[in-house]
């Protein structure tokens, strides 16, 4: 947001249009220089790390942002169009976000386990971790990293193919037209206090309505277990218990709570107020979220038919260690959220009257 | 301690040696009580959990006490008998904390399972835990089950054949002579709080330093890994590194001052004095050391030969636990320790004049 945009809201004077209207053209804007760079850098790197993947970032920014903006203030957007182009950003994020997902995962498996075995280079604060010299370590790590690749390798070609769709280059023309023009409804034309605030106030409510309903109670004590020893409070139904379901099912409100949250702070910077406590949280809930992912994927890679049962040990304690990277997230998220529960008491302006 | 030996070391007018024999011969009559008992409960549990071990925890009480106090007033006792006798207390101690120290092996190993596979019977409050539902849980079950009774069958025929050999006559003889007379120095005649203080500050002292050297700042934060990732700050010296050995050797400092503690303690209670931080400190080492017991036992059992993967995979996972306890504990010492560093403060009488 423009210094020119923060005085505006401040000053109460801009119309809810014309702030979403900046923020908006804004972003397309950045989406639309991003685009062919993130083209380039996947087509660059052919199953190898991207070297630089600073379109990409500034792609998934832009991406995120107009989604995000277009879902907390519908109210004000022409609903189909708005519906359509989320749907659109939707489908691309999902497909940009796969391949640095796979990379992550695969950074946070082989690090956990060099970190267990005690090989992380360099280590010369650290000692060896429990794994050390265990038989079934490198094998476990040769199978991860064998199966991340090919996991990798097999997105990133459908990535390539999807990146020349006739989908993205029509997502590319929609964004074009959004900096041309937004597609507003005659409300946008209210004062940016009166129609902004209430919708980011929903966001907010959302937020902590969300924060709310997770079990926080569970994991206010450090090692109490939360999303290792208990998953949730279902009765043992027995026979139907699967553990992968259950764990999806336990971490599922915490994979929301971060979506409310990102769409909390991307209102906020609609209308130009600070949303530092919400990145601190949305770094927790990352954590999380990489964690989870990466305990699951130890969990179906132990499944691999013919593994040694050394191996199999292996992603055993490594599926513990990253479901208590999960815990210690919850137990941090915990901490922080008390203090940072978004307020927004000192937006409230008196409203502007009405035929001013 | 009577409250005749309170009021004695109280007044000071007592003598060390009346402080000591009074204890020592009230703790070889316990010893001589419960021996029987604790003979005929061995006797009467054919590799069955004990119905009752009232006598056997009697006599291990009994054992505890005297052997900690011939070692910490060691300066007051005849030097080889006080010697002698602690070898065989020590020895009979070993000998009757085998067999328990397997039940409650087992106890953990099998109750932290079925947490995990979420069977824990009567769980209405708890949901199933992260190994639910998993094909290797029952087979992971049924081997540690099966090895721990082995081990616990072969452990009991043992004792049995070790409680009816001279060595034991021989210890109880010892005791029933340790209620007729305790073999003191002539610096017993000295006055209790001159010459016990002194003996009983050390074993503090001796707690105090075990305590500082271990390693509090690294589990200063909850999750940050203490004996899980990082097992002491040994240099990761390739081709050495042997995971059991290396986490035996990381758990060793803490068994040590759990070995200080328990002196501590016996030692206030010979002076009269209050110990129940001690016993929290206890509390939570004990369980710091089952743990790392079942840790082991766990690594130890996925090395069974033509174990399945699902069964090593969940072994792994129990084994992650464990280590997470082991921390946990670690993170509870670590919060209790600087509360309840005992002091003795408040025991500075002035000497009592040397001619008086």
Redesign the interface.
């Known amino acids: 947001m423009t210094d020119a945009q923060m005085t505006a809201l401040a000053a109460s004077t801009a119309t809810a249009g014309e702030i979403l209207s900046s923020h908006l053209t804004a972003q397309a804007g950045a989406f639309l220089r991003a685009l062919p760079q993130a083209v380039g850098e996947v087509g660059a790197r052919p199953g190898s790390v991207a070297a630089s993947s600073a379109g990409t970032e500034d792609l998934l920014r832009a991406v995120r942002r107009i989604g995000g903006v277009l879902h907390t203030f519908a109210a004000t957007f022409e609903p189909a169009w708005a519906q359509e182009s989320r749907t659109e950003l939707r489908w691309l994020l999902n497909l940009l976000a796969q391949e640095p997902g796979y990379v992550r995962r695969s950074a946070r498996l082989l690090g956990a386990l060099d970190?267990?075995s005690?090989?992380?280079p360099g280590?010369?604060?650290?000692?060896?971790?429990?794994?050390?010299?265990?038989a079934g370590a490198p094998k476990a790590r040769a199978l991860l990293d064998r199966q991340l690749t090919l996991a990798r390798t097999r997105v990133h070609s459908s990535v390539l193919q999807e990146l020349r769709s006739a989908r993205l280059h029509a997502l590319a023309d929609r964004m074009t037209l959004l900096v041309g023009e937004v597609p507003l409804l005659a409300q946008a034309d209210g004062r940016a206090a009166v129609v902004l605030l209430p919708q980011a106030t929903a966001a907010l409510a959302a937020l902590g309505a969300g924060a709310e309903r997770l079990p926080l109670h569970r994991a206010a004590t450090?090692?109490g277990?939360d999303?290792?020893?208990?998953?949730?409070?279902?009765?043992?139904a027995r026979g139907a218990?699967?553990?992968d379901a259950?764990?999806a099912a336990?971490d599922e409100p915490w994979h929301q709570v971060r979506i409310l949250l990102k769409r909390a702070r991307y209102a906020l910077e609609v209308c130009a107020r600070p949303a530092e406590g919400l990145d601190a949280l949305d770094v927790t809930l990352a954590l999380h979220q990489d964690a989870a992912d990466a305990a699951a994927h130890a969990a179906t890679a132990?499944r691999t038919p013919r593994?040694?049962?050394?191996?199999?040990?292996?992603?055993?304690?490594?599926?513990?260690?990253q479901?208590?990277?999960v815990?210690?997230a919850r137990?941090a998220f915990g901490r922080q959220w008390p203090d940072i529960s978004p307020s927004i008491d000192g937006w409230e302006e008196p409203p502007a009257p009405r035929m001013a």
Chains 1, 2 share one sequence.
């Open positions: 970190t267990l005690g090989a992380e280590s010369g604060l650290r000692g060896p971790g429990m794994l050390a010299g265990h450090p090692y277990g999303g290792m020893r208990r998953l949730g409070s279902v009765p043992a218990l699967d553990a259950l764990m336990d132990a593994i040694t049962p050394a191996t199999a040990y292996v992603l055993g304690v490594v599926h513990a260690d479901r208590l990277e815990e210690a137990y």
